[in-house]
């Protein structure tokens, strides 16, 4: 069975310092978002694409984020520099096609922590 | 931000009793779903109900959905130690009058179930 990948699984690094995440969506799928999930929260979304595209990264935070999926396939979310509230579970999902009623499906996610 | 506020926050119950959780929502959707996510791990899809649906069922999986009282529950009958994990409702909005915004599901903030053997 397809799956959304997602590496590193666990991250540790100290603040100011630069992390990435990568994500390799089912295949096929168009969409690709990553989500970031604070300990007792729900997911949030962070970034949206169609193809390679950014269609939605009104609550990225640009000023130390950044994500591309440069070919349309895999994709990268970078933080530079790490700040301590940046501990999350990060979260990559894709779907065929956007539009909501698209099933996301979801990788394991990154958890990273900032010392 | 999170549109969806999920009660309750924690459910404990004996395997083999029926979990009932609720989730209420503030604006107008095309549609809701439910998704799982079991301890450090991702979320599985559960089951999506369109806005002129009012009651769905998949398996041991029964949601209802009240757009009147923006609302909906996810009952799962004749639970298992397996079905303990957190539960996740997420809508997503209506699509805009130019149908070229697709719009964003939003999370809310979850049930903690636990099923005890």
């Known amino acids: 069975e397809a799956e959304v990948a997602q590496s590193p699984r666990y991250k540790i690094t100290e603040k100011s310092q630069a992390v990435a995440f990568w994500c390799d969506p089912i295949?096929?799928?168009?969409?690709l978002y990553w989500y970031r999930q604070i300990l007792g929260q729900g997911p949030e979304l962070l970034v949206q694409?169609?193809?390679?595209?950014?269609?939605?990264d009104s609550q990225l935070p640009k000023d130390r984020f950044s994500a591309e999926r440069l070919k349309g396939v895999d994709s990268t979310l970078k933080i530079q520099p790490a700040e301590l509230g940046d501990s999350a579970m990060y979260l990559c999902a894709s779907s065929l096609a956007p539009g909501t009623w698209n099933e996301q499906f979801f990788g394991p996610g990154t958890r990273l922590t900032v010392l | 931000s999170q549109q969806g506020e999920e009660d309750p926050q924690a459910l404990s119950i004996q395997e083999g009793e029926n979990a009932t959780m609720n989730c209420s929502y503030k604006t107008s959707i095309n549609n809701l779903q439910w998704y799982r996510q079991n301890s450090g791990r991702g979320l599985v899809h559960l089951i999506l109900?369109?806005?002129?649906?009012r009651e769905k069922h998949s398996g041991r999986l029964r949601v209802t959905l009240d757009t009147s009282k923006k609302s909906s529950s996810l009952l799962i009958t004749a639970s298992r130690a397996a079905d303990t994990a957190s539960y996740f409702c997420a809508t997503g909005p209506p699509i805009n009058a130019g149908g070229t915004s697709y719009g964003k599901l939003t999370f809310g903030q979850g049930t903690i179930l636990t099923v005890h053997p």
């Open positions: 295949s096929g799928h168009a969409t």
């Open positions: 694409f169609q193809d390679e595209s950014v269609v939605d």
């Open positions: 109900i369109r806005s002129n649906e």
